[in-house]
């Protein structure tokens, strides 16, 4: 969720400027309205760090592998369950993993600043908890997994060029076929509810 956080940052910050490059064309004799556009363009967000970018996939992980034990218990669709299933062990490998690089580089997790994963994993798991079981339920889990997963990958895109260590890299390559796969069933069992 991160990583949609920073691809809205950077769109916003894109489009400001070039509306205010824009506004600034008409008047090309006025610096001062150069200056205040520039002012008020926000900065970009801060460079994710290897340990940034641990805690981002960990925090994923762990909120995709409670949302797959979830699923295993409320869905009452055989496919959806399954799919929890899978999000259960193959996120908590990847978690695992994660882990294991983190203390054999001695990279310590620490959150980008801003960030608001853990509050919105929370709330996410709220809902899906009040919600009764059924096929909304189903729908609803299935509908944010599929959301989830695209953010994930666009995370995952962003983490990879920001990574400094080669061996993290490395794991962020392995991990985004894992996450597309999930993405694919996802979206798959998403068009076979109603």
Not at 37 to 45: E, I, L, N, S, V
Not at 115 to 123: C, L, M
Not at 170 to 179: E, F, H, K, R
Request: some cysteine; glycine content about 6%; overall charge negative.
């Amino acid at each position: 969720m991160h990583g949609k956080q920073i691809v809205i940052s950077v769109v916003l910050a894109a489009t400001i400027a070039a509306c205010s490059k824009a506004d600034n064309t008409a008047d090309t004799t006025s610096t001062a309205g150069a200056s205040d556009a520039a002012a008020m363009t926000p900065p970009p967000p801060p460079a994710l760090t290897d340990p940034n970018i641990v805690y981002i996939l960990d925090q994923a992980n762990t909120a995709d592998s409670a949302r797959g034990k979830l699923a295993q218990t409320k869905s009452t669709n055989a496919e959806v369950k399954r799919f929890g299933g899978m999000m259960v062990g193959e996120h908590h490998g990847l978690r695992v993993k994660g882990q294991q690089l983190a203390t054999k580089l001695g990279v310590t997790p620490a959150a980008p600043s801003g960030d608001q994963s853990e509050a919105q994993a929370t709330t996410e798991m709220d809902a899906l908890n009040t919600q009764a079981k059924g096929a909304a339920w189903d729908k609803a889990y299935i509908d944010y997994e599929v959301t989830y997963h695209e953010q994930v990958l666009q995370t995952a895109t962003a983490a990879l060029a920001a990574a400094q260590n080669q061996e993290l890299k490395d794991l962020i390559g392995a991990a985004a076929p894992v996450i597309q796969k999930h993405l694919d069933m996802a979206k798959s069992i998403q068009g076979k509810l109603k």
